[in-house]
């Protein structure tokens, strides 16, 4: 009955499979930690010794069947009477008989999954959002939830967000997706690097205590708000939870959380750029503003490198990768190990299971945000496209008055000692932390090489250099 229709049929104890009533299938969406298919069943000891070597076959087959059963799926293994398991001859008969069980069973559970609960359709739509390849709905949504996302996180509305999101996906193109409505979002209640040393299981070359204490350091941690801590979800179905579990998911989410803030960092350096532009329509290119606009480009190619070699150096080649090998995998177990192995090499490949390097890179995108919100309060609040916009209304006289008004703010804020001074100690301060990022490189790009095409993005220049 086990390894025909996945049941266990053993009222006094003697079977070699033993289950674990107490873990449930819902667990693998809710628990990080879930042992639901490692665990639920399992081999006891004493198996019959003419069964050794099949044994994790058997237990293999029931539990695929058993899936099928949990989907209200009605399994038959269409059998031939020579091919039937009735007896255990010397003939071993019976071993063909397990392993043509076994084919049918991962067979029609993985054309079930990939068929009927579309999992490729499901992985597809993770890397549409959580690995931001649905470039106009992040954008909206980000343009939509900002007054919300600058809340510190105990003061945000999830269910706000949440409706922000709808907002976001019905007005662009994701609304064609038919897996748009399964999208949810959350509030993290700490940093990134907090998180991290909060998932024991992840493969760190750091202690979580050097960890946690280099991220107390981090002034961004003083004032997060919900840009650093905002994360999308997703509602994974059964039995899709088996390949999508929580961990899974917190994978996913790890990634995306990464590229969120990078994103906002390379928006408010654009803006911080936008507003430089107005000393250009003014002709005031002083020393300290000529540094400014020198500095943000460094700053904005920095990150704008960094997110090119996240996407297309690490998520684009890994995800094509493991879509390839879904394709040949034949049995869940084999998808399973893919996924897991993909999203393995993702964390690694992103810096987030290289802590010493994943922390230069948050303190340069601190120093960024710092300057860019510098730079918005020192020079006046000037909407140089709106003021440009205004003075095409209006009276000649009153346009002349307030262009040289706009201009006088201008001249002032070129000529501002504090922002003279605080131009060049954010400079200092990024270059030195950015050349610091080389010894870091070339050290651990000897063991791991994709750390060369980060330096090539990064820097503009090989290791060796």
């Known amino acids: 009955r086990w390894v025909y229709e996945g049941v266990i049929d053993d009222p006094y104890g003697e079977f070699f499979i033993a289950e674990n009533k107490s873990l449930q299938k819902e667990s693998l969406t809710q628990d990080y930690d879930a042992k639901y298919w490692q665990q639920r069943y399992s081999l006891k000891d004493g198996i019959p010794s ?15 069947l058993n899936v099928m059963r949990e989907c209200g799926h009605n399994v038959q293994v269409s059998l031939s009477e020579n091919s039937k398991l009735t007896s255990f001859g010397s003939n071993h008969q019976y071993l063909e008989c397990i392993k043509s069980a076994y084919d049918f069973a991962s067979g029609e559970l993985l054309t079930l999954m990939k068929d009927k609960y579309d999992l490729i359709g499901k992985l597809r739509s993770l890397k549409r959002y959580l690995l931001l390849d649905q470039g106009d709905f992040l954008v909206h949504f980000m343009d939509i939830a900002r007054e919300e996302l600058t809340k510190k996180p105990e003061d945000i509305s999830v269910e706000k967000l949440q409706s922000l999101v709808d907002i976001a996906l019905r007005s662009t193109a994701a609304a064609s997706d038919p897996s748009h409505e399964d999208l949810t979002c959350c509030v993290e209640r700490s940093s990134l690097l907090k998180k991290l040393t909060s998932l024991k299981d992840l493969d760190c070359a750091y202690s979580s205590d050097k960890l946690a204490a280099a991220d107390v350091d981090q002034p961004m941690t003083l004032n997060i708000t919900g840009l650093e801590t905002f994360c999308l979800g997703y509602k994974i179905p059964w039995p899709l939870s088996l390949v999508i579990s929580r961990k899974a998911l917190t994978k996913y989410q790890l990634i995306f959380r990464l590229l969120f803030h990078c994103k906002h960092v ?200």
């Open 266 to 465: 390379s928006r408010q350096l654009c803006q911080a750029w936008q507003i430089q532009q107005g000393f250009r329509s003014v002709k005031i290119l002083g020393t300290p503003i000529l540094r400014s606009s020198i500095l943000c480009r460094s700053m904005l190619k920095f990150v704008n490198s960094l997110l090119h070699y996240l996407t297309f150096e690490v998520l684009e080649p890994n995800w094509h990768s493991m879509h390839g090998r879904l394709q040949t995998a034949r049995s869940i177990d084999e998808v399973i190990q893919i996924h897991d192995f993909f999203l393995q090499k993702c964390l690694k490949e992103c810096l987030l299971l290289l802590p010493e390097l994943l922390m230069k890179v948050e303190k340069l995108k601190a120093l960024c945000l710092q300057y860019a919100t510098s730079i918005q309060l020192l020079i006046p609040s000037i909407e140089v496209a709106a003021a440009e916009s205004k003075s095409k209304s209006g009276s000649s006289r009153a346009r002349a008055k307030r262009s040289q008004d706009r201009d006088e703010q201008l001249k002032l804020a070129s000529e501002n000692v504090v922002m003279s001074q605080s131009i060049l100690k954010f400079e200092s301060e990024f270059n030195a932390e950015l050349q610091s990022l080389v010894p870091t490189l070339s050290k651990s790009s000897q063991a791991e090489p994709y750390l060369t095409h980060l330096a090539q993005c990064i820097l503009g220049v090989g290791i060796d250099q």
């Open 50 to 64: 003419f069964l050794n070597n099949v044994a994790a076959t058997i237990l293999t087959t029931g539990k695929y």
